[in-house]
C-alpha cells in the first residue's frame, strides 16, 4: 500500500471510527452470536491472491461486527472498563505509523525520554511519594496490564530477599517464601506467584473485614505465624479498590507491617488509582509511603486505550536485577554508559511499543482538571445511582460505594439476581457482571465511560426497576 | 474530543503518517539526540487545562520526531526489523477505534474466533504439523513478543513434567529441573527460566558447531550427565534463525532426543517463521512433528505491526494447565459450557487487545502469494549482498547466510569492525548493529522491510566500501 492509498484508506478508516463512535450507543452492548458463528461466516483458506482494501473493510462489518461486545458503549458497566478517547486513539495510530520499538534508549530515545517523562508527571499528578520520581532511586514504566506489574513488583521482591540467588540456582535453593494478600485480591497476584514458581500453598489470602478490606490484625498473626514454622515472608500485595467489590485495603495500617518484617509492598490500584487525580480523593492512598511499588492502569479510566498499565518502583535497581539480561547484539554505547533507561530491564518482554504517546496525548488534551472533572463526574454519577438502590426497599447495596463501582442486588436472592443480569444483558440496553459477596451473588455496576452521561445511568436504573417488577 | 472532531483530526494524523511514511527514506535512520534531550525539551509539569490538538502534533514534530530511529526506513538493517505496512497499520487504528477487551470469549466472540481461525490460517500457510490446529488437541493464540511465548512454554513445561506439583507447592517440593537450549538462544531463554524460578544455573547452554547451529550430540551428553547426577531435563529451546547469526538448529535431530527423554520441544522461528510460507524455505523446519510448541513474529517479517507474536501448542490442556485461573467475577455462561476458548487463560496477563485484525488484514491485503513475493525479495537481497561481501577481499562472511541476515565482517579485526559501524550509523545513512562470532566483532545486515529496495542494499553496501577504503 504506497502512501497515497493509505491515506484514501486512512480516511476512510478515520471515518468509520468517527461513525461507530457516533452511534456505538445504539447497538446492543454484549455481542450476541453463538459460539463458533464467527468462524463459520469465514472462509476456510486464506487468499492467495491479495484482496481489495474495501472487500476487508465490508467483511468487517458484515462478518466481525455483531461478534462484538462494545466496550466503548456508554451503556458497558461491567467489570472495569476499559475506557479510551479521541486522542488517545489518534496516538495510537501515530504509535503503529511510525512502528518504534523501545527496547532500548538508542533504539528510539524520544520512546524512553517521553516515557520517563510523563510517568514523572503522573507521579505529580496522582500526588504519589516522590520516591517513584525518576530523579530519585525510584522511577516508572508502562506496562501491558497490572497483571504484568504484579508479576515484576514480585520477582523483584523476590530476588531482593533471595540476595539474587532465586535468579541463580533457583527457589529449590532458597528458604521458603511466602506471599499474602487480601482473599479479595485480583486474581492476578495467584497467578504471579505460580509463574514465579513459589506455588500457590504459599500465598496467604488474609481475612477481610465487613467492608472487604484486608485486615492487619490477621495479616500480622499470619506473618507471625509463617515465621514461627521457619518460613519466609517476603510480599505484600495491597489493593486500593479491588476488582470484585472496589475494597479499600488499609495501606497506611499495612505499611508498616511490611516494613517491620521486610515484606515488598506492592499497591494495586488498577482502576481506582485514576481517583488520585482528585485531591478530595487522596486519603484513600494515604501509607504509599511505605510501598515498594504502586501500579494504575490508564486503560481502565484514565481514557488511554489499552494496554496502559503504569507501574512505579521505589528502587529501580532491584527490579533490574530481577529482571536485566544483555547479549551481545543488544550492547550499545549509550547503554555502556548508564546515562539511559533501557527498559526492555523494567519488563517480561524483550520488545515494547510506543505506548507513551497516547499518555502525553491524553493528558495534554484533557489537562490535569480536564481529567478531574472527567473522575468526578462518574463518581458523582455512581453515588447517585448506589442512592437509587439505597432507596428502593426491594434493592441492598452490598458493600461500601467508595467511588464509581456500585455493588448491589435484589433481595430475593441468587435466582432473581441471576434472572436480572441474564435479561438485562440479553436486552442489549446494557451490560454489567456480577460477583459474590458474603455469599450472595452480586450485581456489579461500574461507571467510567468517558461517554456515558446521566441519561444513560438513570436509563440503567429504569431497566434494573422494569426487570425487577417482571420478576412478580 | 466529539466524533467530528475526531473525523477531522484524523483525517490530519493519516495525512501525517502517509507523508511520513513518504519522507521517512530521507531521514537520519539512527536518533542524533544525546541522552536527556528530548527531556529537557519538554515541559516539567502537565497542562492543567487542555490544549490544542494543533499543538499536541506540532511538539510531536518538533520535540519528539529527532528523537525517533526510524524503524520504518528502508535504510533499517538492525537487530532484526520491526517491520508493518499500510493495511497493518490500519487495523491497528480500527483496533484502538473499537476498544475491545478480549480476555474472555464473551467479551467480544469476534475478537477471539477470528483470532483462532486466522493461526489456523497461518499453520496452514507455515505447513505447520496439523497438531497445532484448533481442530485438534491444539491451537494457536497471539502473544506480544516471542519472550512471553517462551515463558509461557517454559511454564506449560514445568507444570507437565512436576504434574502441576510446581503451581500448587513450588518448585522447592520439585525434583531439580533442568532445561537446554543453544548457546547461541536468545536471553529471553534465560530470562524465562529466571522468571520461572528454576535459576540460570539449571540452564545448561549447549555447544554450537561451526554454522552456529545447537549440536544434537552435546545436548544427549549433556541430558545423560545430568540424569546420572539425579536432575530432571524437562524443557528444550531450539531455534530456527537464532537472533545473532540466523542459525539454523536441527530440530529433526533434535526431536527424537526430547521424545526420548520426556523434554517439552520449543521451537523459536521468531523472525525466519515467516520463510515458511515459501516451499522452498521449508526445510529449516523439517521435525517440527516433534515440536510441543512454536513460535513465529509476524511483527518482524510478515508487515503485522508491533506486537504480533503468533504461539502453537500441540496441547492446549497442557499450556491452560499451566496459567488458567477463575475468579467469580469472571465466570460465565460460555466459560462454563466449555464451548469456547478464552485466551486469557493462554498468556502471562489477562486483558488483550483484538490484535487478530491486523494479521487479517494483512494476510488478506498481500495474499499468500503476495506475502511469499516480499520474502523470496528480501532472500535474493541478502544473498546479493552476500555475493558482493565474498568477491570483495577486503571483506569476508562470518557465518551462513540462510535467509535474509548477512553477518560479516572486515579482515582487519574489532576495531576496524567498529570504525565502519560506528561511522555508518553516525551518518544516518544506514543502520546495522553487530553481534560477536567466534570471538569477533561480526557486523550484521538484516533485510526485511517492505519498503527496502534493491537500490537501498546497493548503497549500503557502496557505503560499507567507502568507510573500508576510509580505514587506510
Known amino acids: 500500500m504506497n502512501p497515497e492509498d493509505f491515506r484514501h484508506f486512512g480516511h476512510t478508516v478515520v471515518d468509520w471510527i468517527a461513525d461507530y463512535r457516533a452511534t456505538v450507543e445504539s447497538r446492543p452492548v454484549l455481542a450476541r452470536t453463538p459460539p463458533g458463528a464467527i468462524r463459520a461466516a469465514l472462509p476456510p483458506s486464506p487468499p492467495d491472491q491479495g484482496e481489495p482494501f474495501a472487500a476487508i473493510l465490508a467483511d468487517l462489518d458484515r462478518i466481525l461486527l455483531p461478534g462484538i461486545t462494545h466496550w466503548q458503549s456508554p451503556n458497558f ?11 488517545s486513539i489518534l496516538a495510537e495510530l501515530l504509535s503503529a505509523g511510525l512502528g518504534v520499538q523501545g527496547m532500548l534508549w538508542a533504539t528510539s530515545p524520544a520512546c524512553t525520554e517521553l516515557e520517563t517523562h510523563v510517568l514523572d508527571w503522573l507521579a ?8 517513584f520520581l525518576s530523579s530519585t532511586d525510584g522511577g516508572g514504566v508502562i506496562q501491558d496490564t497490572a497483571s504484568s506489574a504484579a508479576l515484576c513488583a514480585l520477582l523483584a521482591a523476590r530476588e531482593r ?6 535468579n ?97 509492598l506492592h499497591v494495586d490500584a488498577a482502576m481506582s488509582g485514576t481517583a ?104 458523582a454519577l455512581a453515588q447517585e445511582f448506589a442512592a437509587w438502590v439505597r432507596d428502593d426497599p426491594r434493592f441492598e447495596l452490598a458493600a461500601p460505594v467508595p467511588l464509581n463501582l456500585v455493588c448491589f442486588r435484589h433481595r430475593a436472592g441468587d435466582a432473581a439476581n441471576q434472572t436480572i443480569l441474564d435479561r438485562l444483558n440479553a436486552s442489549g440496553d446494557l451490560y454489567l457482571t456480577h460477583t459474590r459477596l458474603d455469599g450472595k451473588l452480586t450485581l456489579r455496576m461500574c461507571i467510567g465511560q468517558a461517554s456515558t452521561e446521566r441519561r444513560h445511568v438513570a436509563n440503567a436504573w429504569r431497566r434494573f426497576q422494569q426487570e425487577a417488577d417482571a420478576l412478580v
Chains 1, 2 share one sequence.
Not at 485480583?186 to 473485614?209: M, N, Q
Open 276 to 379: 488520585a487525580l482528585c485531591p478530595e480523593f487522596r486519603h484513600f492512598f494515604a501509607g504509599l509511603d511505605f510501598a515498594d511499588s504502586f501500579n494504575f492502569n490508564p486503560h481502565k479510566w484514565m481514557f488511554t486505550n489499552f494496554d496502559c498499565s503504569c507501574f512505579w518502583v521505589r528502587s529501580r535497581a532491584a527490579l533490574i536485577a530481577a529482571l536485566s539480561i544483555l547479549p551481545e547484539y543488544l550492547r550499545n554505547a549509550a547503554t555502556a554508559s548508564g546515562a539511559v533507561i533501557d527498559y526492555r530491564d523494567w519488563q517480561i518482554p524483550l520488545g515494547r511499543r510506543f505506548r507513551a504517546l497516547k499518555l502525553w496525548f491524553v493528558i495534554r488534551h484533557y489537562g490535569v482538571e480536564g481529567l478531574r472533572r472527567e473522575v468526578r463526574r462518574h463518581v
Open 161 to 166: 530477599t533471595t540476595g539474587g540467588a532465586s
Open 168 to 264: 541463580e540456582h533457583g527457589l529449590a535453593a532458597c528458604p521458603p517464601l511466602v506471599a499474602y494478600a487480601s482473599s479479595q485480591a485480583h486474581s492476578s497476584i495467584e497467578k504471579a506467584v505460580k509463574i514465579a514458581g513459589l506455588g500457590r500453598t504459599h500465598l496467604r489470602l488474609v481475612p477481610a473485614d465487613a467492608a472487604f478490606a484486608l485486615r492487619p490484625d490477621a495479616l500480622l498473626e499470619l506473618i507471625q505465624a509463617d515465621r514461627a514454622a521457619g518460613l519466609q515472608p517476603f510480599f505484600l500485595a495491597a489493593t486500593v479498590g479491588t476488582t470484585s467489590s472496589n475494597a479499600m485495603d488499609p495501606v497506611a495500617a499495612l505499611g508498616p507491617i511490611a516494613r517491620d518484617h521486610g515484606l515488598w
Open 77 to 87: 458497566f461491567a467489570f472495569f472498563p476499559s475506557n479510551t478517547s479521541g486522542p
Open 124 to 131: 505529580h499528578m496522582l500526588a504519589l511519594p516522590d520516591a
